[in-house]
DNA sequence: TAGGCCATCTGGTCCT
DNA sequence: AGGACCAGATGGCCTA
C-alpha cells in the first residue's frame, strides 16, 4: 500500500502505541470495492443487512430488535460497521508495529556484524533460537567443568543428546520445531553463509567456543 | 521477471 | 460489545 521507500528497512520502532507511522488511507481502509461482501459467509447477506434487516425481516423480528436496542438507519449502522472496522485495522496496525518492535530489540540483541543485511523476520527468531541454544551449551559446559574437574570433559557427540544432563534441557532446546529441519541449531546458522555460518559442524568446546563460531 | 519479504486489510474466533 | 489474536489475501518494493 503505502509505498515505502525502502520498505522494511525503515520500519520504525517508536513508543508502544505511538500512532504516527506511514499514513495508509484511513479512508480507503473501508473502500468498498476491495471488500466485496464475502460470498462464502453464510450469514453474509443478512449480516451485510443487518442494519435493514435482510430485506424483509419478519415483523417480531423487528419488534425484537427495536425493543432492545434504538432502530438505527441502515446509514447509521453502515457507518457504525466502517468505523469498528476502521478501529480495528488501527488496532491490528499498532499489534503489528509492537511485534515489529520486539522484532527489532531482539535483532538489537543479537551479535551481529554492522554491515549485516538486516536479518529478516525468520532470520532473526532462528538466529535468536541458536544463539540462546548455544548460550546454554556454553553454560552448561562451564557447569560441567566447574563442578567436575575430576572427571574428563563432555564429549561433545554428549552434548546434543537430550537425554544429558539438566532435565528436561535438552528436549526444549531441541524442540519439535528446531529438529524440523532449518531450526535446528546449525542448519539455519549455515543459510546465511556469508553472515554467519561457521558454527555447523564445529564442536562446541569451552575453549574453542566463541563469539564468531556464530557469526 | 520471478520470488522473497513486508505492511496492511479483512473476517473469523476466542476471551473479557 | 469490544478487544486481542490469527491466518488468508493483496499489493508494493527489492534483488538475483
Redesign the pocket.
Known amino acids: 500500500?503505502?509505498?515505502?521507500?525502502?520498505?522494511?528497512?525503515?520500519?520504525q520502532v517508536t513508543g508502544e502505541t505511538e500512532r504516527s507511522?506511514?499514513?495508509?488511507?484511513?479512508d480507503?481502509?473501508?473502500?468498498?470495492t476491495?471488500?466485496?461482501?464475502?460470498p462464502?459467509?453464510?450469514?453474509?447477506n443478512c449480516?451485510e443487512a443487518e442494519g435493514g434487516g435482510c430485506g424483509g425481516a419478519p415483523r417480531k423480528l423487528r419488534a425484537r430488535r427495536a425493543g432492545?436496542?434504538r432502530p438505527k438507519s441502515e446509514l447509521a449502522l453502515s457507518k457504525?460497521?466502517r468505523s469498528?472496522?476502521?478501529?480495528?485495522?488501527?488496532?491490528?496496525?499498532?499489534?503489528?508495529?509492537?511485534?515489529?518492535s520486539a522484532?527489532d530489540a531482539l535483532r538489537g540483541v543479537l551479535p551481529t556484524f554492522p554491515d549485516d543485511?538486516?536479518?529478516?523476520?525468520?532470520?532473526?527468531l532462528r538466529f535468536a533460537h541458536n544463539y540462546i541454544w548455544a548460550l546454554t551449551q556454553t553454560l552448561r559446559i562451564a557447569d560441567h567443568s566447574f563442578y567436575a574437574l575430576e572427571s574428563p570433559a563432555p564429549h561433545c557427540g554428549e552434548l546434543g543428546s537430550p537425554e544429558g544432563g539438566s532435565p528436561g534441557d535438552w528436549g526444549s532446546l531441541y524442540s519439535p520445531v528446531s529438529q524440523a529441519g532449518s531450526l535446528s541449531p546449525t542448519a539455519s546458522l549455515e543459510e546465511r553463509p556469508g553472515v554467519r555460518g561457521a558454527t555447523s559442524s564445529a564442536c562446541l568446546r569451552p575453549s574453542t567456543l566463541a563469539f564468531s563460531d556464530f557469526l
Open positions: 500500500m503505502t509505498p515505502h521507500p525502502s520498505g522494511a528497512s525503515t520500519v507511522f506511514p499514513r495508509v488511507s484511513d480507503e481502509v473501508t473502500c468498498p476491495s471488500a466485496p461482501p464475502s462464502t459467509r453464510t450469514r453474509g449480516a432492545r436496542s457504525q460497521r469498528r472496522r476502521k478501529k480495528a485495522n488501527d488496532r491490528e496496525r499498532n499489534r503489528m508495529h509492537n511485534l515489529n522484532l543485511a538486516k536479518l529478516t523476520k525468520i532470520e532473526t
